[in-house]
């Protein structure tokens, strides 16, 4: 199994640039990695997803390794609206084996004035 | 918008009670998912199916069983609550990303269960 481990907290200021890690050392040929963002008393959302190299969209990129053991995911010049939990998730969801599928404990972003 | 709800946003149960949660998604996904979540433990997968009838296990299934008789619902169900049982309840279902190969999951707003 793919378990991920990621930092439990961060802070950091308006308008700056987060990177969050993820490691995930025995990641599978066919998993996928996956970031969430969760605010309080909500279900997750989805942020980003990749296999390899580099993916962006029009809030964050995912830079992944060539090696593919870890992943960061990059905020670029956040705002109090980015404070949240932020989940990595490695897996395959297109498999019947529910047991691939495995999300880290969060790490818990707090953005500041 | 892909829509996922579930039945209750927040309900109390006693101790012996057997508790259904509902979850329906209204995109025709084929994949669905019950998580439960607790502070520090993250998200944790108790059960998963890929299509009406079907099912497997997650990594905590030990007290809940599940239900689906058609594809846009898909019910947890605890036979017996017990405190332990006592968590925030995520539903999810996937779709594949457009041009992708990949897939997305949505989760529904959450059902938080006292038990007491």
């Known amino acids: 199994l793919a378990k991920t481990t990621q930092p439990i907290s961060m802070d950091s200021y308006e308008g700056q640039e987060v990177n969050i890690t993820c490691s995930h050392n025995?990641?599978?040929?066919?998993?996928?990695i996956t970031w969430y963002q969760q605010f309080p008393s909500q279900g997750p959302r989805f942020i980003i997803q990749?296999?390899?190299t580099k993916v962006t969209n029009e809030v964050a990129s995912l830079f992944i390794p060539a090696d593919r053991k870890s992943s960061t995911l990059s905020l670029p010049r956040v705002s109090l609206s980015d404070t949240a939990v932020y989940y990595c998730?490695?897996?395959?969801?297109?498999?019947?084996?529910?047991?691939?599928?495995?999300f880290g404990s969060g790490t818990r972003l707090s953005i500041r004035p | 918008d892909v829509k996922v709800t579930q039945s209750s946003r927040y309900l109390v149960k006693r101790t012996g009670e057997k508790v259904f949660l509902e979850c329906v998604q209204d995109?025709?996904?084929?994949?669905m998912f019950w998580y439960r979540q607790d502070p520090g433990l993250g998200l944790r997968l108790i059960y998963f199916?890929?299509?009406?009838?079907?099912?497997e296990k997650g990594d905590i299934p030990e007290g809940y069983s599940v239900s689906r008789e058609k594809k846009e619902r898909f019910s947890l169900i605890l036979e017996s609550a017990s405190t332990n049982q006592t968590s925030m309840y995520l539903c999810?279902?996937?779709?594949?990303?457009?041009?992708?190969?990949?897939?997305?999951?949505?989760f529904g707003p959450g059902t938080r269960l006292t038990v007491t």
């Open positions: 025995n990641i599978a040929t066919n998993d996928y």
């Open positions: 199916s890929y299509d009406v009838k079907m099912k």
């Open positions: 995109m025709d996904h084929e994949n």
């Open positions: 990749g296999y390899k």
């Open positions: 998730l490695v897996g395959d969801l297109r498999y019947s084996s529910a047991s691939k599928i495995i």
């Open positions: 999810a279902s996937t779709t594949q990303i457009s041009g992708t190969g990949t897939y997305e999951q949505y």
